[in-house]
């Protein structure tokens, strides 16, 4: 039925959602970083978080990734060549995705986890401090935990959004899977079938992400009572 | 500039050590998109006629070839930007693309035609293809000379010559101007190119069509250009190209030297 | 910087422009149609009207847009069958397939949240309605609609921005949007700084208008939600 592209199918898989995961991982540190930033005292600060948050949903992740994977080249090389470093650095078609991908949805983790901790009630961080914890004591045991349960919701639509985002690196010739289902369509004359499969190993992935998230929603909510 | 934020840039882009000076190692971008040059098996390894050359020239100089995927309109970007050192990937040798990188002596030779369903009869000049959609793969030389000289006719361009086919197939563009073995392998030969043809004539006027398929290297590196002329000629003469080429041919691909 | 080819290219941009605005048009303004009467399907309580319309949104919102786009393109030409039937003149346009490729989706987006807003409308509107003796159409078309929609701006104009980020993917079928005016510049003039930052400044003013519009409807609309002045 897929006329032995299934082994290439899956293996392009594997390779999507290394990217993802990938991506993610640069997003969330981005994310949190962002959402202190705005919501930090420092007005320079503030500013830079909305500037970052304003081109990043005011510019197409496709011409984003395009402007990485062509550009980005040019400037690393250009960077590397003023530091002294003979030789080059590669950006390749991973390394752009991931860094383009992560840099995209740095922004949106951004607001998730800002409203998340900003739906802390104010008197938890306030107690904290009272019983004499330090700052970064209150970040860790108080605030962040409690963030955890409130951004699942909007992490999980994030999540969800940047994985079918990956579909756009194989525009900059990345071997995934979208890839390797435009590779066996041309080569089979059967787009069709491919990008069906393609499709569906997308749902896939969807599917078992809403329900593990959902999962964990459930977990991070024992004990909480909901307004139902 | 900052020191830990330069530092964190390259951390963050994957370092590969430099291959520069002594060429022992040499990146070569090529397409996997372009039968019966350059393709991708179900298994995800490159085949082709381009490809086994890079290979065998890489073997000639003693080096390690490593094969770097683009699309075909990234590729003089991705050499000005060294994602690869060289590209083997059936560029032809034109005067534009030497403004930017520079060019080995040929590798192979063949002319352009158009291809057309059969019994269209389609009269193959500006005026005979008013108003008829014709496609052409982003950025190639077909590109270039249907854009500069076909001008009453809708250009669509592609990323990939395999998409300019499927429309053709599906009836989406009147005609297609591509290089005649790769429309021959690609198209005309397989089960969908049933109801086509070429049309017209062979189109070899260097100023568009150049001077056959060459190397390109960014213009700095004039040892690699002249070590892949070498090797070129070392392949040609040891009888290595001739093994290639009846691997893929019945006909010799070199071909004549176009006029300069 | 370049600026002379951007020059050169400016044209090629303004017209990607056109194209860009034109796709978006199209695509929000058939999704929104089309979702009205899907919202309320979702949102019945007969499991043979919502049933169908949450797998609808489930499998257009669980897959990639890029997909959605080949599909329909390239994956319905494969077929004998299509190519001979009436759609064909349609389904062969790239423009066609582009701005149907979006509208579908957009839909799919929009009537989950129209019919989030539906379900929050508050109990006691319905039951004024009702009291007042209301037919189930009337309330529909005076009281739920027009309620959900104030309610569904906010969520609407991020969904409205994302579907103008989407209309880059019509440079992947053949069609010369503000994506696709910067890949040919970029493979033209292999300067690929200077063609996707002007797409990205394109973008960019294109997002404000958006948004700008979108104030101006929430100003409008919702300004009984406004802090006092």
């Avoid at chain 2, 590196?221 to 093994?243: C, E, F, S, V, W």
Wanted: net charge positive; aromatic share 10%; glycine share 8%.
């Amino acid at each position: 039925m897929l006329h032995g592209y299934a082994a290439s199918l899956l293996e392009g898989t594997g390779l999507t959602l290394a990217v993802a995961a990938a991506s993610l991982a640069i997003a969330c540190v981005l994310g949190l970083a962002t959402a202190a930033a705005r919501l930090s005292g420092s007005r320079l600060a503030r500013a830079l978080g909305a500037a970052y948050t304003t081109v990043v949903r005011g510019v197409p992740d496709l011409v984003l990734m395009l402007l990485v994977f062509y550009g980005g080249q040019m400037a690393v090389n250009a960077l590397a060549a003023q530091l002294g470093y003979e030789g080059f650095l590669d950006i390749d078609p991973f390394v752009a995705g991931i860094a383009t991908i992560g840099f995209i949805f740095g922004a949106y983790l951004a607001e998730t986890f800002r409203g998340a901790i900003l739906a802390i009630p104010a008197g938890q961080r306030e107690a904290g401090l009272a019983f004499g914890m330090g700052r970064l004591q209150v970040l860790l045991r108080i605030t962040l935990p409690q963030m955890v349960r409130l951004a699942l919701p909007g992490f999980t639509n994030n999540w969800l959004v940047l994985v079918k985002s990956t579909a756009l690196v194989s525009i900059i010739g990345l071997n995934d899977m979208m890839q390797r289902a435009g590779q066996a369509a041309g080569a089979t004359r059967e787009p069709f079938t491919f990008y069906l499969a393609a499709a569906a190993i997308y749902l896939a992935i969807t599917t078992v992400s809403l329900l593990a998230l959902r999962a964990l929603e459930k977990r991070y909510s024992l004990g909480v009572r909901l307004a139902r | 500039m900052n020191r830990p934020i330069a530092l964190a840039l390259c951390l963050l882009a994957l370092a590969l050590p430099a291959a520069a000076a002594d060429w022992k190692r040499i990146r070569i971008g090529v397409e996997g998109a372009y039968p019966p040059f350059s393709e991708l098996a179900p298994d995800g390894t490159l085949h082709g006629f381009d490809i086994d050359i890079a290979r065998a020239l890489c073997t000639e100089l003693k080096a390690e070839c490593q094969l770097v995927q683009s699309p075909f309109d990234g590729m003089i970007p991705g050499l000005q930007a060294k994602k690869f050192d060289a590209i083997v990937a059936s560029m032809s040798i034109t005067e534009e693309r030497r403004k930017a990188v520079d060019f080995t002596v040929r590798y192979y030779n063949s002319p352009s035609r158009f291809v057309a369903k059969k019994g269209a009869n389609l009269v193959v000049t500006p005026a005979g293809l008013k108003g008829k959609k014709i496609g052409v793969q982003r950025a190639t030389i077909h590109d270039r000379y249907v854009t500069d000289l076909y001008k009453g006719s809708p250009v669509v361009r592609y990323t990939k010559q395999d998409e300019v086919f499927l429309d053709l197939a599906a009836g989406r563009i009147d005609a297609t101007l591509v290089d005649s073995v790769a429309a021959s392998f690609g198209f005309l030969k397989v089960p969908a190119g049933k109801d086509f043809e070429f049309t017209g004539p062979a189109f070899e006027e260097p100023k568009y069509f150049g001077w056959g398929s060459g190397i390109a290297v960014r213009k700095v590196d004039a040892d690699l250009r002249a070590k892949l002329d070498g090797a070129i000629a070392a392949i040609r003469a040891n009888g290595t190209y001739k093994r290639i080429q009846d691997k893929y041919f019945d006909f010799d691909i070199y071909g004549k030297a176009p006029a300069p | 910087m370049n600026l002379e080819a951007i020059g050169e290219s400016l044209p090629s941009f303004v017209e990607g422009l056109q194209v860009t605005a034109i796709l978006l048009a199209a695509a929000l303004v058939l999704g929104l149609a089309a979702a009205l009467p899907l919202a309320f399907a979702r949102t019945s309580t007969r499991a043979w009207l919502s049933k169908p319309v949450w797998l609808f949104t489930y499998v257009i919102r669980g897959t990639p847009m890029l997909v959605q786009l080949f599909l329909l393109y390239y994956g319905l030409a494969q077929f004998e069958a299509v190519r001979e039937s009436v759609a064909w003149p349609w389904l062969s346009s790239a423009w066609f397939c582009a701005i149907a490729a979006f509208a579908i989706n957009t839909c799919a987006y929009t009537t989950e949240i129209l019919a989030g807003a539906l379900e929050a409308t508050p109990a006691g509107e319905i039951e004024a309605a009702r009291a007042l003796g209301m037919g189930r159409a009337t309330v529909m078309r005076r009281i739920l609609l027009p309620s959900a929609l104030r309610r569904a701006i906010p969520a609407y104009s991020n969904e409205a921005i994302m579907m103008l980020q989407g209309t880059s993917l019509a440079s992947i079928v053949t069609l010369l949007d503000l994506t696709g005016a910067a890949r040919e510049m970029n493979s033209r003039t292999y300067l690929p700084f200077e063609a996707f930052l002007t797409a990205a400044a394109f973008y960019l003013a294109l997002t404000f208008a958006l948004v700008s519009l979108f104030h101006l409807a929430e100003r409008r609309w919702l300004a009984h939600l406004a802090p006092r002045r």
